[in-house]
Nanobody
Framework: VQLQASGGGLVQAGDSLRLSCVVSERSTETHRMAWFRQAPGKEREFVSA???????YYSDSVRGRFAISRDNDKNTVYLQMNNLKPEDSAIYYC?????????????????WGQGTQVTVSS
């Protein structure tokens, strides 16, 4: 399984970005697709997740500003990030696992993309 994340960049506070994650296979092995982020010196934290059959959930810090979506035909999951804040600055990773449970810890995901940098200036 391979995941390829893209779409990061340098933006100002209040701007929007859309991240994309293309996965090599849409299967039971990649049932759950998630976004995590990691800022320097901090632990990797959960941002949002969905499955190929629907449903989504978010961390408290991004709920109402970020939206996760998917395009099954393109094997792609998106993260639309609106009203970005400087504290959203981090490397954003997409991840996948086969779990039916709603795990939010990075250790529960066994497939990872390479990460894309998001920097939000104040």
């Amino acid at each position: 399984v391979q995941l390829q994340a893209s779409g990061g960049g340098l933006v100002q506070a209040g701007d929007s970005l859309r991240l994309s994650c293309v996965v090599s296979e849409r299967s039971t092995e990649t049932h759950r697709m998630a976004w995590f982020r990691q800022a320097p010196g901090k632990e990797r934290e959960f941002v949002s997740a969905t499955t190929w059959i629907g449903g989504s959930y978010y961390s408290d810090s991004v709920r109402g500003r970020f939206a996760i979506s998917r395009d099954n035909d393109k094997n792609t999951v998106y993260l639309q990030m609106n009203n970005l804040k400087p504290e959203d600055s981090a490397i954003y990773y997409c991840a996948a696992n086969a779990a039916r449970e709603r795990y939010e810890h990075w250790s529960r995901y066994n497939h990872w993309g390479q990460g894309t940098q998001v920097t939000v200036s104040s």
